[in-house]
């Protein structure tokens, strides 16, 4: 069956660092990955969508890649700040276009 | 625009009561999904639907039903409501596949 594995334990940084979060998969073959970013108590929004073909996307401080090799996607966020501090959920998404979401990494930055 | 609009917001049932959580959006989106939320479980895929008529099952349907008569609306029954039903519950909508766009959600309470 599918599998997507995002780290459980909880990411501390300091902030100014770069946040590297990882989410890998097995069974699958993702025509895309998403990420997500979810406060408490709030919805997920939507951050970033890579393509199987694509190596890498950037979005201001936000950068994923994604190697389909490896089955794996890495998430960095460079110049953290307090503010990023939430959980973020990474989303393969296979031919039906639904994504199915890995359970999060929960990051907190330091002041 | 209001985007994708969850009710109610809470909710609290009987073991046994049947109910509708209502999810609509505005921004005419093709694609529209139902996840629930459990704590270490992340988001699971209950019903999901591609168009105004259009519905298949996730990974979690059991004792839940949908129907998409328009693309505005995709309401989520709970025909016989569980204790294992207790959760919180995301409406998702996306035009193209990808981006998906959350609800504020629902919480459920069944006792």
């Known amino acids: 069956s599918q599998k997507i594995e995002q780290n459980s334990e909880a990411l501390n940084i300091q902030e100014g660092k770069t946040a590297t979060l990882t989410c890998n998969y097995t069974?699958?073959?993702?025509?895309?990955l998403q990420w997500y970013r979810q406060d408490p108590g709030r919805g997920p929004v939507f951050l970033l969508l890579?393509?199987?073909?694509?190596k890498e996307k950037r979005k201001e401080r936000l950068k994923v890649t994604f190697d389909t090799t490896l089955k794996q996607s890495l998430f960095h966020i460079t110049a953290s700040q307090p503010a990023d501090s939430a959980t973020y959920l990474c989303?393969?998404?296979?031919?039906?276009?639904?994504?199915?979401f890995g359970r999060g990494t929960s990051l907190i930055v330091h002041p | 625009n209001a985007g994708v609009t969850q009710t109610p917001k809470f909710q609290v049932l009987k073991t046994g009561q049947s109910m509708t959580l209502q999810c609509a959006q505005d921004?005419?989106?093709?694609?529209m999904s139902w996840y629930r939320q459990d704590p270490g479980m992340g988001l699971r895929l209950i019903h999901y639907?591609?168009?105004?008529?259009?519905?298949d099952q996730g990974e979690v349907p059991n004792g839940y039903n949908v129907s998409r008569s328009t693309t505005e609306d995709f309401p989520l029954r709970l025909l016989s409501a569980a204790p294992s039903q207790t959760s919180v519950y995301f409406c998702?909508?996306?035009?193209?596949?990808?981006?998906?766009?959350f609800g504020s959600g629902t919480r459920l309470t069944v006792v």
């Open positions: 998702a909508s996306s035009y193209d596949k990808g981006g998906y766009t």
């Open positions: 069974n699958y073959s993702p025509a895309y």
């Open positions: 890579i393509r199987e073909n694509e």
């Open positions: 989303a393969p998404t296979g031919g039906s276009y639904i994504p199915t």
């Open positions: 921004m005419n989106h093709e694609y």
């Open positions: 639907s591609v168009g105004a008529g259009i519905t």
